[in-house]
């Protein structure tokens, strides 16, 4: 008399781990990631250079929150919030900065090593904290209020 194993048939393996990619994926879009992330692979021929202002903010955003739960004020000011930089391609020319200073009075020619853009604009590293990207972050640490000026 033959004996069959007790085990779970192929199909149902092979169904639960698409179940378990198609979970993943419903709960990452809803998370707000994949609409950027789309947004990204649609783009066709455009070649994305640094960081979307968008998602710079974003990103401000979550260091601020993760900022709040420091309970020293040299945490703060040596917290993500307050330490990362970004670079933003804020005239979309594909290119980040390059001319050496600001106010628009560059030629494209000048341009080779600096973070100014063409319209005047710094487009490297920029802060959290700056008039570019302006996420505002506050928090109570030990009585005393801490802002993004305590960086």
Do not use: H
């Amino acid at each position: 008399m033959a004996k069959r194993g007790q085990g779970l048939p192929l199909e149902l393996i092979v169904l639960a781990a698409i179940a378990a990619i198609v979970l993943i994926l419903i709960i990452a879009f809803t998370i707000g990631g994949g609409s950027t992330f789309l947004t990204k692979i649609f783009q066709g021929g455009q070649q994305s250079v640094g960081d979307d202002l968008d998602n710079a903010k974003a990103s401000c955003n979550s260091l601020c929150s993760q900022a709040k739960l420091v309970t020293t004020t040299s945490a703060w000011s040596s917290s993500s919030y307050c330490t990362k930089s970004f670079s933003v391609d804020l005239d979309n020319d594909g290119q980040l900065g390059g001319c050496p200073s600001g106010g628009g009075a560059n030629s494209k020619e000048e341009c080779t090593g600096g973070i100014y853009n063409l319209e005047g604009n710094v487009e490297r590293d920029l802060d959290c904290r700056g008039s570019t990207i302006n996420v505002a972050c506050s928090a109570t640490i030990g009585g005393q209020v801490v802002t993004q000026s305590d960086c």
